[in-house]
């Protein structure tokens, strides 16, 4: 129970006692009054109950500060989670992906019970003792890691996303989902720590007709993917460190495979095997699903960077301007983020397209990761039709849902990096819309 | 290359830390090298990668792990390529395949591989890969093991590898022989002309023959990569307007889609205790009010979890049990000292005693 503050009547008797007992009371009414002189002040139906009322959370003992061994959220932000729709299974949830809330997401990493998660048969757990990790084919020496070997190389920290090629399949024939999370939650950020894969290959004496690497997890799925030779010896890393703690099962607890920037399902999890060969092996998620059908019939397949994008994530049908009064200074922020680069700059529409304004980029610039974007406006309570737009520094411009759809048809669902935003109506109210010509 | 003009902000960051200004892409002129994929490879120097700085030190032998024995490399070293590379010898029938498909692999994919459950169709959709589906009611392209998987070794792998979806690794060469035999057969794919009738027996050498209906419907990847020029452009690429740009149309909407698990709310509220979170609730309220006197018989109180004690107890009819609990017993107080518990807490946290104690 709330309990009134003691003295609701406050009688001052002297200037310090003055002092003492005002000091919560609002600039504007120490200034309507006299500073100096003795002043009685009667309840307000100004007063807020959350300022007047002693707070029941001030009054007794909180919890036990061993009460969780591995700490939680608030309880009041038990909605703050990852949510799953049965339409992007594949008939039960252990093929499916759960969507990151990106719209109660700050900063450029994702918290880890957050993460994205998307498997090809359940999260498996692997008992580290026996985790192993091969690697062989096209080079001198093949090699056997232990968990405790791998992790004796020199490890380096990077902040990237990872995002699943689909994501923002889920809209772009027309608007869908009526929320943020739905519409581009197949993604997430951490600082990922390990060692980059081409330190641990320095020694092993890769050969020259090494064109392929095959990465192998050891789930049920066993998911394979081929990579070539460039990317693995670019930025590939072995990573064990998610955000400052072992990775989490969901992303691939012992050891995944991280390509920065490259499709989420090639950033193999529960890693095991590396192989090197001149060929690429045709796996089965490399042939019949992580590819783009054309209009010709033709489909690309080892597509691999993930294009420059752009999303508004305040506000969104999540975090509406609904309670904002005409006048209100308010910032439009989001994420973009290019898998072929770093963040150059983002515009911001209001108008659906029609006008343009170059946005800020605060916080860190990275390549291939997460960046924040700001503009800040007057809300005028007129409708709006927010988008945004990114470039990277390879040169990649962020296209209109029209010129994705004239060059690649509306098959194939990966690789959809239209500009996307949301309508705002005069009362603040925020919708999925996309402006089409 | 750069589209941009250098900006105030970016010229006063060079010149602030001229050691960075190479690695910063952001408003630099240094030529950006780029890597197959189309995107920028950042430079890593002895000191830098990027904005992240690097041990200096220039250690490079490590000589951590050990080398695989060859048992090892072939117990692990299982896929199968497209040239056939690390194809197993083995021999399986169509209508021994029919008859495992029938057990293992039905309930998901469907009648002859016809789909359902929503897991993968298997067969059909030859000559479709051009439709689209533009609208409700088009015909959409269906990318299937008949009409899309470009190579067999693909289907010998991922099935030995990775199905069934429940048991996976449990096939042998001959019986995943013979379900590639099948799931062949139901796609009317011939392998050198011949027809895959029920008596058909697929071994290594005829596998090595199968050509797959859509082995040349992708686009190639320069298998030598002679031409370092970007392999994958981007799908689309946009354009940069500032001002009275092409006016749009704005597109609602249409059938909103719902059914999201867990319900979409940003509410900043106390989760409502679920009726599976009861038990674990009466635990901690047994554990904060009553476990004091209750977890030993130091103090005479019915100890929990023995069966006799309770026994005794429940003579009495659990309704005088609630009653002395709300009332006081012996040396217990009302509501066992606890007035915040109602009656019904403690008619709960009883029905709790007993059922640990049984």
């Not at chain 1, 109660?104 to 918290?111: A, C, F, K, V």
């Not at chain 1, 990872?162 to 889920?170: K, Q, V, Y």
């Not at chain 2, 490590?62 to 692990?76: D, Q, S, V, Y």
């Not at chain 2, 992708?218 to 990569?225: A, E």
Request: charged share 25%.
């Amino acid at each position: 129970m709330t309990k009134k503050q003691k003295d609701p009547d406050i009688q001052a008797t002297n200037r310090r006692d003055f002092f003492k007992k005002t000091a919560f009371l609002s600039a504007s009414l120490i200034a309507s009054s006299s500073i100096l002189a003795p002043v009685k002040i009667t309840a307000s139906s100004l007063d807020d109950a959350a300022i007047m009322e002693q707070a029941p959370w001030g009054t007794k003992l909180g919890d036990l500060v061993d009460k969780n061994h591995y700490g939680l959220p608030s309880p009041y932000e038990h909605n703050n989670v990852r949510r799953v729709h049965d339409l992007l299974s594949s008939g039960d949830r252990y093929a499916t992906v759960s969507m990151s809330p990106l719209h109660q997401q700050e900063g450029i990493i994702t918290p880890n019970g957050l993460f994205f998660n998307r498997s090809h048969s359940g999260t498996t757990q692997v008992d580290p003792h026996k985790f192993r990790l091969m690697i062989h084919g096209l080079l001198d020496k093949p090699l056997v890691l232990t968990l405790e070997e791998l992790k004796r190389y020199p490890s380096e920290s990077r902040i990237h996303f990872i995002e699943c090629p689909a994501n923002g399949s889920t809209g772009w024939r027309g608007p869908q989902f009526d929320n943020l999370q739905f519409v581009k939650g197949m993604m997430s950020s951490a600082e990922w720590t390990g060692v980059p894969l081409k330190v641990v290959l320095k020694e092993l004496g890769l050969h020259k007709e090494a064109k392929w690497m095959l990465a192998e997890g050891s789930d049920n799925s066993e998911m394979a993917r081929t990579i070539p030779i460039e990317k693995v010896l670019d930025d590939a890393m072995l990573v064990w460190g998610q955000n400052g703690e072992p990775l989490r099962a969901e992303q691939g607890y012992p050891v995944r495979l991280l390509l920065p920037g490259w499709e989420g399902n090639l950033n193999v999890k529960w890693l095991k095997r590396l192989e090197f060969s001149s060929k690429p092996w045709h796996s089965k998620e490399e042939t019949s699903k992580y590819t783009m059908l054309q209009k010709n019939g033709k489909a690309i397949n080892y597509f691999w960077p993930m294009e420059v994008n752009s999303i508004i994530t305040s506000p969104c049908p999540e975090v509406p301007w609904s309670s904002l009064k005409k006048g209100d200074t308010v910032e439009i922020t989001g994420l973009a983020w290019s898998g072929r680069g770093t963040i150059k700059t983002v515009d911001i529409s209001l108008d659906g397209g029609k006008n343009w304004i170059e946005a800020s980029l605060k916080g860190l610039v990275l390549p291939k990761s997460w960046t924040r974007f700001s503009y800040i406006i007057k809300w005028d309570a007129k409708e709006k039709m927010l988008l945004s737009r990114a470039i990277d520094d390879s040169g990649h411009v962020q296209p209109s849902i029209d010129k994705l759809i004239e060059n690649v048809g509306v098959e194939g669902i990966y690789h959809r990096n239209p500009i996307v935003g949301w309508f705002v109506s005069n009362k603040g109210e925020v919708k999925n819309a996309h402006v089409r010509s | 290359m750069h589209m941009f003009a250098l900006k105030k902000t970016h010229v006063f960051l060079i010149l602030s830390c001229m050691l960075l200004a190479s690695y910063t892409s952001a408003g630099t002129d240094v030529k950006l090298k780029k890597n197959v994929d189309g995107s920028v490879i950042y430079p890593r120097t002895n000191t830098h990668y990027s904005l992240y700085l690097l041990n200096k030190q220039n250690i490079s032998e490590f000589n951590h792990g050990r080398t695989p024995t060859l048992n090892e490399i072939k117990a692990w070293n299982k896929d199968v390529m497209p040239d056939g590379e690390g194809l197993p010898v083995g021999e399986g029938s169509v209508e021994q395949g029919d008859e495992l498909y029938s057990a293992q692999c039905l309930s998901c994919h469907g009648d002859f591989g016809a789909g359902g459950s929503g897991y993968p169709t298997l067969t059909g959709g030859q000559g479709s890969l051009k439709n689209q589906l533009l609208q409700a009611g088009d015909e959409p392209p269906m990318r299937t093991i008949g009409s899309y998987w470009p190579y067999a070794s693909t289907l010998f792998w991922y099935i030995q590898s990775s199905m069934p979806f429940n048991n996976p690794k449990s096939l042998s060469n001959n019986e995943t022989y013979a379900l590639v035999a099948y799931l062949l057969s139901v796609n009317e794919i011939k392998i050198d002309g011949i027809e895959l009738d029920d008596e058909y027996v697929l071994t290594k050498e005829k596998f090595l023959k199968i050509k797959m209906p859509n082995v040349d419907g992708f686009y190639p990847v320069s298998p030598n990569r002679s031409n370092l020029k970007e392999q994958r452009p981007p799908l689309a690429q946009g354009t940069r307007c500032m001002k009275n740009c092409k006016t749009q149309e704005i597109i609602f909407i249409k059938n909103e889609i719902t059914g999201f698990d867990p319900k979409i709310t940003s509410k900043k509220d106390l989760p409502k205790i679920k009726k599976q979170d009861n038990d674990e609730a009466i635990k901690e309220i047994y554990s904060q009010s009553c476990a004091a006197c209750h977890s030993n018989d130091a103090l005479g109180a019915p100890v929990v979890g023995d069966l006799e004690q309770w026994s005794e107890v429940i003579k009495k009819g659990v309704k005088q049990v609630y009653t002395n609990a709300i009332v006081g017993i012996n040396a217990m107080p009302p509501r066992g000292g606890n007035m915040d518990l109602s009656d019904k807490d403690l008619e709960n946290l009883i029905d709790y005693m007993i059922k640990v104690s049984k």
